[in-house]
């Protein structure tokens, strides 16, 4: 049905990175990515992480809606990320501590 690639950071003791969300194109819009995205935030709160990060190819997503949809603060592209031509958006979202 769906899958994350996301980790602690094993250098950055309050920081967790979320690589890539997958669902399935038949089970889309139906809050998949999103359970699996709040059971990885779960996770990194319970672990003392207090920051959540991931980038974006800048041309991959409308930057307004990302911001509106989420809790991310997103930068502007940042050119030459990945390489040469291979802007980049940082994505970054402050964790609320952890739940009892």
Do not use: N, W
Not at 78 to 85: E, I, L, N, R, S
Request: net charge positive; with cysteine; hydrophobic share 35%.
């Amino acid at each position: 049905m769906g899958f994350l690639v996301a980790f602690i950071s094993p250098s950055q003791q309050l920081l967790a990175y979320l690589h890539f969300i997958g669902v399935r194109p038949d089970q889309r819009r139906l809050g998949l990515a999103h359970r699996l995205y709040e059971k990885f935030t779960d996770y990194a709160r319970r672990q003392g992480r207090r920051e959540f990060a991931c980038h974006h190819r800048s041309q991959q997503h409308r930057l307004d809606s990302v911001s509106s949809v989420s809790r991310f603060t997103v930068s502007q592209p940042v050119a030459d990320y990945h390489g040469p031509g291979r802007a980049m958006v940082t994505c970054r979202e402050k964790l609320r501590l952890a739940r009892p």
